[in-house]
């Protein structure tokens, strides 16, 4: 990936850390247009106008609603209600290591899977190689709050990979803290939009972390609404239909790989297989043309 991804698809791939992506993306938006301590309770729209109810009973009105909330967005419960996102049997443990805690050379500079039945692990530098990331998933019956703030221990993320390398052991045995969640996910969305709300994100299509995408088609999702709204700025609606036209069945691909390449990783190694990933890679959102298809499996040979 470090070497291929510039000369095969224009960009190199990066691991960054989500706050410093999140500062990088904040330090061009004026900090008056950024409203902390604003949990929105209700959104609506009529033909003319978006509208958003705080819990401390201040209401706004917009052009138009974005909603960026999440898997369990509110905004989408707006649009869609009575949908609740499925666990996937899944769970996950995040942790962060200072790379002084580990011997010179223990992580190789490398995007590392290490995979088996029921669970894989993942392991990367962030911050020029101060910190590894560590991403642990693994195969439960048992629900696990879909959170990004429940602490984990060193010792259950170690018990739950028995028998592992000893190079795997001794990094999860460097852990100093940990969290956990459960993986949940929901069946790809045919309709983002109603009127002047629309969905962006997890809030439209929330996936699995075997592919890393997310955030990537969060990305995306951004820059194609913000060209559907540059080509039709006086048509809200237009642009909107525009928008999901783009990304509805992309998106929708891009979940169904992800539940696919869990299994992948899970499935014992004589019947493991790789991605061919390129589709995914291969896009650019900034001139991808706008069109109109049926939601489908991708084929993954």
């Known amino acids: 990936m470090k070497n291929a991804f510039g000369a095969r698809f224009g960009a190199p791939h990066i691991n960054i850390h989500r706050a410093d992506l999140l500062e990088i993306l904040a330090a061009t938006i004026p900090a008056a247009q950024i409203h902390l301590d604003s949990r929105c309770i209700a959104a609506s729209s009529s033909d003319r106008v978006a509208a958003l109810t705080f819990s401390d009973g201040r209401q706004e009105e917009a052009d138009l609603v974005v909603g960026c909330d999440g898997i369990r967005s509110l905004v989408r419960a707006s649009l869609h209600p009575g949908e609740a996102p499925r666990f996937t049997g899944n769970m ?3 942790a962060l290591i200072p790379t002084e805690r580990l011997a010179a050379g223990h992580v190789p500079p490398d995007v590392t899977a290490w995979t088996g039945p029921g669970g ?7 911050r020029g190689g101060q910190l590894v990331n560590v991403v642990a998933m693994q195969e439960s019956s048992e629900w696990v709050e879909e959170s990004w703030t429940t602490a984990g221990s060193r010792d259950e993320l170690v018990s739950a990979y028995p028998g592992v390398h000893r190079d795997l052991r001794t990094l999860l045995e460097r852990v100093e803290h940990c969290y956990k969640w459960g993986l949940f996910d929901r069946d790809p969305l045919r309709q983002w939009s109603i009127k002047r ?9 929330p996936m699995l972390p075997a592919l890393g995408q997310g955030a990537a088609m969060a990305i995306e999702d951004a820059y194609v609404l913000a060209r559907a709204l540059s080509d039709s700025p006086d ?3 237009a642009s909107l239909q525009a928008y999901e036209a783009a990304r509805v069945l992309r998106t929708a691909n891009v979940q169904l790989a992800s539940r696919r390449q869990a299994r992948i990783f ?4 004589r019947r493991s297989r790789d991605l061919n990933a390129d ?16 939601v489908h499996e991708p084929a993954i040979p």
Do not use: F, M, N, S
């Not at 894989?120 to 962030?126: E, G």
């Not at 899970?266 to 190694?269: E, G």
């Open 92 to 94: 996950c443990w995040r």
């Open 120 to 126: 894989h692990i993942i392991t990367y530098y962030l």
């Open 197 to 205: 709300v629309t969905l962006l994100g997890d809030a439209a299509h």
């Open 235 to 237: 048509d809200i609606t």
């Open 266 to 269: 899970h499935q014992k190694p």
């Open 279 to 294: 589709w995914i890679y291969d896009y650019d959102p900034t001139i991808e043309p706008i069109v109109t298809t049926e």
